[in-house]
């Protein structure tokens, strides 16, 4: 049975690919949230235009996506996070944007918008002033309870954030997360930007996610136009994006440790992570690999010293990353803050969707490179690790294993990569056109989507993070937690702040 | 854990030589620090960080700064928890108007002498976020800023050679 078998629809939009796309009435709608509800389908994203709203589901049994769209004729949509709470803070955000009101919602609270815009609806065809309201966070009783709020400036160097922990002595019995501090109106400047243009600001939607983020756009802007990117250039591209992947899961494995106290693990991580960046500047050209991949290919090949590099790389953490997997496993200090702290239920992982070492280490077996088998990722060979337990010991294993696999795949991509182009134009005059596509990041899938004129410039361009699903889950993970234990809990997550805000 | 502490202890350090301190920023400073303040401070400087919107791609490589290589603290500069603490705020991010007033607060709770360090393409002047609704545009907009270090991001090389410059101007005139 397909994906929209289930799903009544009135027409479909042949220019979007390499899915389909299909717009729906309120009973297609009302269909597809039933199946979200019922656990049948996953939701992948969620966001608005000015008169329209779309929803990306995701079969994960076939690994197949669709698109469905209600357009909004009186400016409003049922909502969907009635029934579904993974969308809850999508749509909020959708509201708060395009103006869009969800019907039979109980949370209609802003999410971005913290009314110092100058404007209401910002990215909205109509221009309705907003009730400004005081921020109400949820209500908590109880005789011993008292509140804790920190941020948005936190004590460490930290994206900024909002969290109000209600705490039953040291217990925390609700955490409540207010964000959009970061809100840079990203997706406010990309329309009628070049594709070139467009791909340097997807490049900066998550700093540490930056090769993520060009990658999916690149390939969004390809499926559009019905174009693929040069061999070699999908090479380079998968090395930059381990390359990446290795650098964050280092620092984190540091700083996780870091914040049990284990001060030796994060100076050694530090130093691999270091190394990582390096490689990728000697590679590259810059340590972040920032604006590399554009669509059509990549901006440069590998330096002539580039290989080199990165082989003394992987030597370097075959040689000392066993130590220290050894290291993590023997002390007793750092297991005893690791083990069975915060943890993420699987029935909740597998509610929201959860990517990344978030959900994995939460039993869901969905990983972007293997599901989807982009290019180059469907001629190498790699594992992808899951565990069940769901705790900071489990993300960290995760992890571990992620750098281990990380580690194999660059040396597979180092050695199958052959010359030739890595740039390709793209092809002028395909009229307006529509393009999905989904990328396996360090800290879960990023979901590109975006819209073409004939003029190649973008009209609409919605990026997703995975934290999307990942920053509610933690607010369930560190219940029944000591406050002292969220640090943990969190960088265990380390959710994108920027990448969410947008 | 015996084998690589011992290995720490045996083998070279690993961090790198001082980059001499950045000109520009020298230049940018000499009319901006006052010579009271310099006589107060000597040669430390505690550092308060303040994203103040910006992608994180910039607090990355301020993280860096702390690894082995670069070890920061051998100059005396510290990253501090809170403000009150603070002798220096560094800045990143387009300033967006949701971060605008923290911002503002941050700066207010920080005790005088203070400097102000605006890092990135973005904190000059909002960067590629420069003309949207939700941002201000350059740190400067908000707080007075005594000392810019470009780049997206700046590099940890490029970041110490500023904040060594301040560090050299606050504490060499004593």
């Known amino acids: 049975m397909g994906i929209l078998d289930g799903i009544p629809h009135v027409r479909a939009v042949p220019s979007h690919r390499p899915w389909p796309r299909v717009v729906v009435t309120e009973a297609g709608w009302q269909a597809a949230i039933n199946q979200l509800a019922a656990g049948r389908l996953t939701l992948l994203g969620f966001w608005g235009e000015s008169s329209a709203v779309h929803i990306a589901l995701l079969d994960d049994a076939a690994t197949e996506i669709a698109v469905v769209t209600y357009e909004c004729a009186a400016g409003s949509f049922p909502s969907v996070a009635r029934q579904h709470p993974p969308a809850l803070r999508l749509e909020r955000a959708i509201h708060d944007l395009f103006g869009l009101t969800p019907t039979g919602g109980d949370d209609t609270r802003p999410w971005l918008d913290h009314y110092v815009w100058g404007k209401s609806f910002p990215l909205g065809s109509r221009n309705a002033p907003r009730e400004?309201?005081?921020?109400?966070?949820?209500?908590?009783?109880?005789?011993?309870?008292?509140?804790?709020?920190?941020?948005?400036?936190?004590?460490?160097?930290?994206?900024?954030?909002?969290?109000?922990?209600?705490?039953?002595?040291?217990?925390?019995?609700?955490?409540?997360?207010?964000?959009?501090?970061?809100?840079?109106?990203?997706?406010?400047?990309?329309?009628?930007?070049?594709?070139?243009?467009?791909?340097?600001?997807?490049?900066?939607?998550?700093?540490?996610?930056?090769?993520?983020?060009?990658?999916?756009?690149?390939?969004?802007?390809?499926?559009?136009?019905?174009?693929?990117?040069?061999?070699?250039?999908?090479?380079?591209?998968?090395?930059?994006?381990?390359?990446?992947?290795?650098?964050?899961?280092?620092?984190?494995?540091?700083?996780?440790?870091?914040d049990a106290s284990f001060a030796l693990m994060h100076a050694q991580t530090g130093i691999l992570r270091e190394r990582c960046l390096r490689a990728a500047n000697v590679a590259f050209g810059h340590r972040l690999m920032m604006d590399v991949i554009v669509p059509g290919?990549?901006?440069?090949?590998?330096?002539?010293?580039?290989?080199?590099?990165?082989?003394?790389?992987?030597?370097?953490i075959n040689k000392v990353f066993p130590r220290l997997i050894e290291l993590y496993d023997n002390t007793a200090s750092l297991q005893d803050r690791t083990v069975t702290t915060g943890i993420v239920k699987t029935e909740y992982a597998r509610q929201f969707g959860a990517g990344g070492h978030v959900g994995r280490a939460s039993g869901r077996n969905f990983d972007a490179r293997r599901a989807l088998a982009y290019a180059p990722y469907d001629r190498l060979s790699f594992e992808v690790p899951v565990l069940e337990a769901g705790d900071v010991n489990a993300r960290v294993w995760i992890r571990i294993r992620?750098?281990?696999?990380?580690?194999?795949?660059?040396?597979?991509?180092?050695?199958?990569?052959a010359p030739g182009e890595i740039m390709r134009a793209l092809p002028a005059g395909r009229g307006e056109c529509e393009g999905l596509a989904v990328t396996e990041a360090f800290r879960g899938d990023v979901l590109v989507w975006?819209?073409?004129?004939?003029?190649?410039?973008?009209?609409?361009?919605?990026?997703?993070?995975?934290?999307?699903?990942?920053?509610?889950?933690l607010e369930t993970a560190i219940e029944g937690n000591i406050i002292a234990d969220f640090p943990l809990c969190n960088k265990s997550f380390n959710c994108s702040y920027s990448g969410v805000d947008l | 854990m015996r084998k690589t502490l011992l290995e720490s202890l045996t083998h070279g350090s690993l961090t790198e030589p001082a980059p001499a301190p950045d000109e520009s920023a020298l230049a940018e400073l000499a009319s901006k620090v006052d010579r009271a303040a310099q006589a107060r401070l000597g040669r430390s400087l505690a550092i308060r960080q303040v994203d103040a919107g910006s992608c994180n791609g910039c607090e990355l490589?301020?993280?860096?700064?702390?690894?082995?290589?670069?070890?920061?603290?051998?100059?005396g500069l510290r990253f501090v928890a809170s403000p009150r603490h603070a002798d220096v705020l560094l800045v990143t991010g387009?300033?967006?108007?949701?971060?605008?007033?923290?911002?503002?607060?941050?700066?207010?709770?920080?005790?005088?002498?203070?400097?102000?360090?605006?890092?990135?393409?973005?904190?000059?002047?909002?960067?590629?976020?420069?003309g949207s609704y939700a941002c201000v545009g350059g740190v400067s907009e908000v707080v007075p800023v005594d000392l810019h270090i470009k780049g997206c991001p700046p590099t940890p090389t490029d970041l110490l050679k500023g904040l060594l410059a301040l560090l050299e101007h606050v504490g060499g005139k004593r």
């Open chain 2, 94 to 130: 387009p300033v967006t108007k949701n971060m605008r007033q923290a911002l503002e607060r941050t700066c207010d709770a920080t005790p005088d002498p203070k400097w102000v360090v605006a890092v990135g393409g973005c904190a000059i002047d909002g960067g590629i976020f420069g």
């Open chain 1, 132 to 258: 400004v309201v005081p921020y109400r966070f949820l209500p908590t009783e109880g005789e011993a309870l008292h509140q804790v709020a920190v941020g948005p400036v936190h004590a460490g160097i930290i994206e900024p954030g909002h969290f109000r922990f209600t705490a039953n002595g040291e217990h925390v019995v609700r955490l409540e997360q207010w964000l959009g501090y970061t809100h840079k109106g990203i997706e406010s400047l990309m329309p009628g930007a070049g594709v070139q243009a467009a791909a340097k600001l997807a490049n900066r939607t998550s700093g540490d996610s930056a090769v993520a983020y060009a990658f999916a756009f690149a390939r969004a802007v390809e499926a559009a136009l019905d174009i693929e990117a040069p061999q070699r250039a999908t090479w380079l591209r998968a090395l930059m994006a381990e390359l990446e992947r290795l650098a964050n899961h280092f620092g984190d494995i540091g700083a996780i440790c870091n």
């Open chain 1, 450 to 473: 975006l819209r073409l004129d004939t003029e190649l410039r973008v009209q609409r361009c919605h990026l997703r993070d995975a934290s999307w699903f990942q920053w509610p889950l």
């Open chain 1, 402 to 417: 992620e750098v281990e696999q990380s580690v194999a795949l660059i040396a597979q991509i180092l050695d199958l990569m």
């Open chain 1, 297 to 316: 290919g990549v901006t440069c090949d590998i330096a002539p010293d580039g290989v080199a590099a990165l082989r003394t790389l992987l030597a370097e």
């Open chain 2, 61 to 75: 490589e301020i993280h860096a700064l702390s690894n082995a290589f670069y070890d920061i603290e051998r100059f």
